[in-house]
């Protein structure tokens, strides 16, 4: 599929190999054009189609620019796909929805976040609906990061006295 990198192997009981794609993170300095998001868009929804949700489009990092100055998705390791024989169980049904609604929320903020001069009023409005699974995460990572940079943050002075 174009865009994502082709599989060329498993590596041990775990691992996975790709094709190497050259290319830089997505961000804010990068030559971007509407063409480039209208890709990623393309991408996105055959994905979808495909009945797959990627699921880590929070993170610029695993959205590569191109050295072809297309977009490339890298790191499926929490991508969820609703394989054919669960495509009726209304609870995979349910689980593929939230987290496609995630890609959206995710793909709409990076768009009028890198580029808002081709954004549309539409495209700030779906920037601005959080899903219920990113809701959820908010709720409950924010006071678990808060007390991780408290306790870190005691334990750097106490190492350094």
Request: hydrophobic share 40%; with cysteine.
């Amino acid at each position: 599929m174009r865009g994502v990198p082709a599989f060329l192997g498993r590596v041990g009981e775990t691992g996975f190999l790709h094709v190497f794609v050259p290319g830089v993170d997505l961000h804010a300095q990068l030559p971007l054009t509407a063409e480039f998001f209208a890709e990623l868009e393309t991408l996105f929804r055959e994905l979808h189609q495909r009945h797959i949700a990627y699921v880590d489009s929070n993170k610029r990092e695993n959205i590569l620019y191109g050295d072809d100055g297309k977009p490339w998705l890298i790191d499926f390791q929490i991508a969820f796909e609703c394989k054919k024989g669960n495509r009726d169980n209304f609870l995979a049904k349910m689980i593929l929805r939230k987290f496609v609604t995630a890609d959206w929320y995710h793909y709409y903020k990076h768009k009028t976040r890198l580029l808002p001069a081709v954004c549309t009023v539409e495209d700030f409005e779906k920037a601005k609906r959080r899903g219920f699974l990113h809701q959820v995460h908010r709720l409950v990572a924010r006071p678990m990061i808060r007390v991780r940079r408290l306790f870190l943050s005691r334990y750097d002075l106490e190492k350094t006295k």
